[in-house]
């Protein structure tokens, strides 16, 4: 095979550049893609335009594991899409919120609501801000705070569930990268393997009770605090949370109990016979969101009298939702095959040669996906990017791939809840109404404890591999938060 040395390199970091200029993913893994089988093809661009889909975008979208992955993320959105209209996920939101009588007990209710919603990181913000942006002014608490809590209970929740919709994007993400590295592993054995090590979202998460237990603020979101006391005007609850708060359960329980049911079936099946592989987690993931459409429609025929075409147009509408995450996937996949081909990998391992100790190369990665994610707004796109070109370097330098792939998670989640152009930010913002550049200054400080805290997780790593490090790194996590808290909150 020929040798294209630092040609090899141009795909993907045109990729990150213009991710960071741009800002759009999806222009940036085309143009990136088209580069590098422009390079394959002898610059000749009729011959790379047509081999780009052909050799690597419509084989990578017609492999079974693929096809597979975008099918079932659709179907996740239609779902999503069908519990929205239900009144299922506010139902859900809305059981959280008893006896709530104190600034404390308000913002801890806050965040289990937000642990609840986890079928979505941009639902979670958009359900549960709005339902307790009443109980927060009548509790006098900022609503920056409240930003900050569906913020992190959002993207950090979401990814650590092994059947929500992203995690059928990252091990898609997987399969393919050690597909093109000729290693063989199941995709959802090597996730769970990932999951003890997502340090900021774990951190993350247990920094908001940590936080909120001290009673106080510090920073920026004590000073908006202080200044929401003093503006504060009295203003009359906003319409609807009793209706809410009445709703039946069961507009939710009956979805999530088929989907439960028949998931466990089907993986309990497996996992008594022949032993639960890929295949059948996906297998399992679309029929169990399909019965579960099934029975919100249901739902909403008997509640508000929606017929089952109208449910299934919803259902189709909530799919083409996430076109854009399908669009992501074919490039990422047909930029990891053109990075193979052009042996990315191998060049850039020879560049960091003996200057890195692999132990310490996640720690490097973690930097990346950071800077990467908080440049362009996206963990989704940083995600396909890093682990269709880091993964074949760690694995040429011997690097732990379990580690890497949880520092491409961990960083590109630090950098997107904390960038002012993320969606899932943006979302917080208007989910509490809050003025955008106010939840952005606020939250930064918390964030950068879990990010912080998160790198010292992979310094500890690099010394002694367990998964107990981040049990460690949430007990000094809490000790760190009451220092500061004691030192500068109030």
């Known amino acids: ?89 506010k139902a859900f939101s809305a059981a959280m919120v008893k006896f709530v009588s104190s600034p404390r007990k308000g913002q801890l209710a806050t965040w289990m609501a937000g642990i609840s919603v986890f079928f979505s990181d941009t639902a979670n913000s958009l359900i549960v801000g709005p339902l307790f942006r009443p109980v927060f002014r009548e509790l006098k608490v900022c609503r920056e705070k409240l930003a900050y809590i569906i913020d992190t209970t959002a993207a950090p929740v979401v990814i650590l569930i092994p059947f929500a919709s992203w995690a059928v994007y990252i091990m898609s993400l997987i399969e393919n990268a050690y597909s093109n590295m000729g290693i063989s592993g199941e995709p959802f054995e090597v996730l769970l393997s990932v999951w003890p090590y997502q340090f ?63 998931l466990a079936s089907i993986l309990g099946y497996y996992a008594a016979t022949e032993g639960v592989k890929s295949v059948h987690v996906n297998a399992g993931l679309c029929l169990s969101y399909i019965f579960s459409s099934m029975g ?75 800077m990467m994610s908080f440049a362009t707004g996206s963990s989704f796109g940083t995600f396909a990017i890093l682990v269709a070109t880091t993964l074949p370097v760690a694995h040429i330098l011997n690097a732990d791939l379990v580690l890497t792939i949880a520092a491409i998670l961990s960083g590109g989640l630090f950098g997107d ?22 939840h952005v200054s606020t ?26 490090v981040v049990l460690i790194m949430i007990l000094l996590q809490y000790f760190a938060i009451r220092a500061l808290m004691y030192r500068y909150g109030r």
């Open 443 to 468: 939250q930064f400080p918390y964030a950068l404890i879990a990010g912080v805290a998160t790198i010292c997780s992979f310094f500890l790593l690099a010394i002694y591999q367990t998964p107990y």
């Open 200 to 262: 900021y979202a774990f951190l993350a998460l247990f920094a908001v009770p940590m936080i909120i237990s001290t009673g106080k603020d510090f920073g920026p979101m004590a000073r908006a605090q202080a200044e929401y006391l003093k503006e504060q005007q009295s203003t009359s609850s906003e319409p609807g949370r009793k209706e809410e708060d009445n709703q039946s359960l069961l507009i939710v329980i009956l979805p999530f109990a088929i989907m439960i049911v028949t």
């Open 417 to 438: 809840h904390t960038s002012p152009i993320s969606d899932t930010t943006v979302l917080a913002s208007m989910g509490a109404d809050c003025p955008h550049i106010n």
């Open 296 to 370: 919100c429609a249901y739902i909403m025929k008997r509640n508000q009298g929606t017929s089952f075409d109208e449910s299934m147009t919803l259902f189709f509408k909530g799919m083409g939702n996430l076109i854009s995450v399908c669009a992501i996937l074919a490039l990422a996949w047909a930029l990891s095959s053109i990075c193979r081909e052009l042996e990315t990998g191998q060049y850039l391992a020879t560049l960091v040669g003996d200057n890195l100790d692999p132990k310490f190369f996640p720690i490097v990665v973690f930097f990346i996906g950071a």
């Open 1 to 89: 095979m020929e040798s294209y040395g630092f040609l090899s390199v141009i795909p993907p970091v045109l990729s990150v550049f213009l991710a960071v200029y741009t800002r759009n993913i999806i222009l940036s893994l085309a143009v990136g893609a088209l580069s590098g089988t422009l390079i394959l093809n002898a610059y000749n661009p009729f011959f790379a335009t047509v081999s780009l889909m052909r050799d690597h975008v419509f084989v990578q979208v017609a492999s079974p594991s693929n096809s597979q992955v975008i099918l079932i993320t659709m179907i996740i959105g239609g779902f999503v899409r069908m519990l929205e209209e239900s009144g299922g996920a």
